[in-house]
């Protein structure tokens, strides 16, 4: 079907074969691939005579480089085919949002109407039931808590899913169940921490009825002290190579919290890339996939026939695997072919696929005879099918798709999964918030006729892959209360975690609140509270911005000048001019609402620096920080030095907590805004490094992750021998910081996603920082969820939901008929998230744009949660060479279907990137040079002839929503 339909891969097939002509048959010097001689051991069972020789494919390099293109085209064309969903590929819908009724399922019988009002929730993953004041009080223990454990996620990761039941609270004992869905073996494991957070030595603990032996149990081939052997969790049931989803592997234990443990990690071990700390852990499930998902088929394929129904394989090897003699053959095996791999742990590892193109003479292991007499017997029983010579190449195309140069173009789940699957059960608690007005006004924003009063009350983890749980309560019209409850049950304790309040009147955002992060313990996080912060302007249909300031260069120094006209330089501006006040590139904008400061970047020549590289001048990248309108202009920071390669900065954009005096009043400054706290935990500020882009990844190389301190005036610290908080790849179009401690993002060119989780304590090293896992790749199907077409910027909304802009006419591929505008929602493992609805009310991932073929999508900014969010877009229609053609449109999201989409547009934005605060006040990074206030352009004094308006930095302005009418 692809050939027939697809010139490409028609013609790169026609290729390959041609190659494999020329090199001719294989044999043991020669030919397209090499044959291998093996001669398997006398056996009578086996009928093997110990004499006969046997022979392996071994294609040459060559043959291997040759296929790559037309693998590579033939994964993105099956992970497009919606034919082959469920059958040669998997999409795991992911959830941003949880309700807390489905985080930690009620322990009493009076919870039960809760569970009911989910049941009447509107259909969405991420939608969350409204509940009572007297529902919410149901939550709350009538006494102390029993002892109790919670996952912190329910949701399959990476095709493996966990669940748990509890037998006994007062034993601390439960009964644990691990579902696999994917094709491949898996190696359960468990690591205990104590209340400190430290993990636990426990070489003589034993799972079943008694926790601790009098001995040591462990096997020090495959375990560690503080790492525990649990089982063998085998693959999917399925025939033909298609998954009965409804029959996955599963491995089921019971076991015992051993004294002084409060949680423990569970994981999956097995083929994996990425960081592995325990590199003896995925040997054995490495190997299982290796011999019975890989090359027992292969080895099969030689006989021209297809394994089909694998149920009676799988419970052979279940039973072997319960043998301590197999067991051993299979860690002898692991050592004996991937030594190198499970002996030492890395920062950025592989598998070494190339290793299991002999692995099926391990079929011929006395250890293994019950699976080599299973093959025997489904060869000489089965139907003969047509020969397929090429007995490898299922080997070979997971060797080049895995290959890190392959991965940006290609979509494989099993080998692309992190080594060590990761879930994590912990002892909870319950956790109640107590909810305060805001201190200026006393009481809750009272709401006007027709018109619901609600509030949010979120809990989100640090550092944490989980999704946010959240509490959506309605507040009675006749209401005089004066605090708010929310309450959490199942808050498992350890690290930190952060409340945030909402307030809505409707769906204006009233009013805000939030702790920071807590220690996650008894005595910061079983009685929390919160004091709102009020705020007016909601966004209607009638809220076209207006153009309120402009960042100018007055009198030797940086000014926001109030009621100036909106700049009208457009992209037709650019000038690559190697001297001048010529700006070729608008890279990013970001705000800081903890510092009021914006950063941006761009690429431009006459800035009076050199290349930080090669000291050479011309056309550099730079960045630049400076405050907010309404604050002193103190904090103007600029680099001592350029870049050759593109860069940009990316602060933590999140509200912070406010301080507040000893009467309960908050402190404000002169505008009339809450001061800020500084204990408050911050996600901190960065700048992305590229000097080390080519550098390979093993050591150290990659786009990455430098500090930046805004604490002063002083220049960004451009040296080369700095610390690392992370590391991506490939260079992403466009970043956004996600609010439990990640960096996401976007890359155009691979349309992939790239994640990093932030280091909790300092930086390290370059070579030691892991790199960001990436998700996504290449969509070619329009209604392919969760891969992206051409992703052109990213950005977060406050509840963590991750929102890419995609358009295909950015692509510039003329031979791709696909025309595509839109707006896609992920959650952090790179799954799609049901965050919008259809045209006909259906819960989707997508929210779509206008699709006019003269509109040129440029950047995305997001303001809410899951209440409702406001998603700014801009865009300009045409050539983009007037003003009027730059327009900026609002659209909106939440738990319902929004009325109108889009909400307002407001033309004559004319600028290149944006970005918003939650006060719903956008900031732009325009195409227009700072000018001194009269249009002339100007900036620092360079003493360089060839910039006779002083420094080239781009202007910046801020755009203010109308004051709501009463």
């Known amino acids: 079907d692809y050939m027939d339909n697809d010139k490409m891969i028609g013609a790169q097939f026609e290729a390959l074969g041609l190659l494999m002509r020329q090199h001719g048959q294989p044999t043991e010097n020669s030919g397209w691939a090499r044959l291998v001689p093996f001669t398997p051991p006398q056996d009578d ?9 046997y022979y392996t494919h071994q294609p040459i390099p060559e043959v291997v480089v040759a296929a790559g293109p037309v693998t590579t085209a033939m994964m993105i064309a099956t992970k497009n085919d919606l034919r ?128 601790m032996a009098s001995s040591s149990t462990m096997n020090s081939d495959i375990e560690y002290e503080d790492l525990r052997y649990l089982g063998v969790v085998g693959p999917v049931n399925n025939v033909f190579a298609i998954p009965i989803f409804s029959d996955p592997g599963e491995l089921e234990v019971i076991i015992r919290f051993p004294p002084n443990a409060v949680s423990a990690e569970i994981y999956g071990a097995g083929i994996g890339t990425g960081s592995n700390e325990w590199p003896k852990a995925p040997m054995l499930g490495g190997i299982l996939t290796g011999l019975v998902n890989l090359a027992l088929p292969a080895f099969m394929l030689t006989f021209s026939v297809a394994s089909q129904a694998n149920k009676e394989l799988y419970k052979i090897v279940d039973d072997l ?168 049950p199942g808050n498992t304790l350890g690290g930190q975690v952060k409340f945030e ?38 966004l209607t249909d009638k809220s076209i911005y207006v153009h309120s300031a402009l960042l100018t260069y007055q009198n030797g120094a940086y000014k926001w000048q109030p009621n100036l006209p909106a700049p009208i330089a457009t992209v037709a501006s650019s000038n690559t001019s190697s001297s001048g006040n010529a700006i070729s590139a608008w890279d990013g904008i970001t705000l800081s609402q903890r510092h009021g400061m914006l950063g941006y970047a761009w690429k431009a020549a006459g800035m009076d620096i050199v290349s930080c590289a090669t000291g050479q001048g011309g056309q550099l990248y730079a960045l ?49 805004r809450p001061k800020l706290d500084p204990s408050y935990t911050q996600l901190g500020e960065y700048y992305i490094d590229p000097r080390k882009a080519e550098v390979d990844l093993t050591t150290g190389g990659g786009y990455h992750l430098r500090k930046v301190s805004l604490d002063d005036n002083s220049a960004f610290d451009m040296n080369s021998d700095q610390l690392s908080w992370g590391r991506f790849a490939y260079f992403p179009d466009s970043f956004a910081m996600h609010p439990s401690g990640h960096v996401v993002g976007v890359s155009s060119k691979y349309g992939k996603i790239q994640i990093i989780q932030l280091p909790t304590g300092d930086g390290v090293n370059d070579d030691e920082i892991p790199v960001a896992r990436a998700y996504a790749g290449k969509a070619i199907n329009r209604d392919r969820h969760g891969l992206l077409v051409h992703p052109i910027a990213v950005t977060c909304s406050y509840d963590g939901t991750i929102l890419i802009l995609e358009e295909s006419k ?126 002339n352009p100007a900036g620092p004094a360079t003493g360089d002839a060839n910039a006779p308006a002083g420094r080239t930095t781009p202007s910046l302005s801020e755009w203010l929503p109308p004051v709501p009418q009463t």
């Open 45 to 53: 069972d086996t009928k093997m005579d110990g004499k006969t020789t």
């Open 84 to 211: 082959l969903k469920d059958k040669k590929w998997q999409q795991q819908t992911g959830s941003s949002l949880v309700p807390t009724q489905d985080a930690a399922p009620p322990a009493e019988m009076a919870r039960a109407e809760i569970a009911a009002a989910a049941d009447e929730a509107p259909p969405s993953s991420d939608s969350l039931p409204l509940l009572t004041l007297a529902q919410v009080a149901s939550l709350a223990p009538s006494s102390g808590d029993a002892w109790n454990v919670s996952l912190s996620n329910t949701n399959a990761v990476h095709g493996l899913e966990t669940v748990f039941t509890i037998l006994d609270s007062s034993k601390e004992q439960i009964r644990l169940t691990l579902k696999n869905t994917y094709i491949r073996y898996l190696v359960a494991y468990i690591r205990f921490y104590d209340v400190n957070g430290n993990a636990m030595t426990v070489p003589n603990w034993q799972t079943g009825e008694t926790p």
């Open 321 to 488: 695997t319960s043998k301590p003699a197999f067991l051993r053959f299979v860690i002898a095996a692991g050592i004996t072919y991937f030594g190198g791999q499970f002996v030492q742990g890395a920062v950025h590892h592989k598998m070494d696929w190339h290793a299991f193109s002999t692995l099926s003479q391990l079929l011929f292991n006395v250890a293994a005879k019950r699976l080599l007499l299973w093959v025997e017997a489904t060869v000489t029983a089965e139907t003969v099918a047509e020969e397929i010579p090429f007995a490898g190449w299922i080997l070979i195309v997971i060797n080049i798709s895995t290959g890190v140069a392959q991965m940006a173009e290609t979509i494989v789940e099993i080998s692309t999964s992190p080594w060590m699957i990761e879930n994590k059960l912990s002892t909870s608690i319950t956790t109640q918030v107590a909810l305060h007005p805001d201190p200026r006004h006393g009481a809750f924003p009272q709401a006007p006729a027709g018109v619901e009063a609600t509030y949010l009350v979120k809990m989100m983890y640090k550092g944490q892959t989980r999704p946010t749980v959240a509490q959506h309560v309605l507040v009675p019209a006749d209401s005089t209360e004066t605090q708010l409850p929310a309450v959490f």
């Open 501 to 538: 309040a909402d307030y809505y009147l409707g769906d204006w955002l009233a009013g805000k609140a939030t702790t920071g992060w807590l220690d996650n313990d008894e005595s910061h996080a079983r009685q929390v509270t919160l004091y709102l912060v009020q705020y007016p302007i909601p």
């Open 624 to 672: 630049q920080n400076v405050d907010i309108p309404g604050t002193p202009m103190d904090t103007v920071k600029f680099p001592t030095c350029g870049f050759d390669g593109p860069t940009q900065l990316i602060y933590d954009p999140f509200p912070p907590k406010f301080l507040m005096d000893a009467d309960g009043q908050w402190e404000l400054d002169e505008n009339g």
């Open 810 to 935: 950015a692509a510039a591929d003329p031979s791709s008929s696909l025309i595509v505008s839109r707006i896609q929602a992920f959650d952090l493992y790179g799954n799609p998230v049901n965050r919008f609805f259809d045209g006909d009310g259906q819960p989707s991932p997508f929210l779509d744009l206008s699709e006019a073929a003269d509109y040129n999508y440029l950047d995305i900014a997001a303001v809410g949660d899951a209440k409702v969010t406001y998603i700014f877009v801009l865009y300009y229609v045409g050539d983009g060479a007037a003003p009027s053609d730059y327009h900026m449109t609002v659209y909106q999201y939440g738990i319902a279907k929004p009325d109108k989409n889009p909400l307002v547009t407001t033309d004559n934005v004319a600028a290149a990137r944006l970005t918003v605060d939650m006060w719903h006040t956008v900031y732009t990074l325009n195409y227009e040079m700072v000018t001194d206030g009269s249009g």
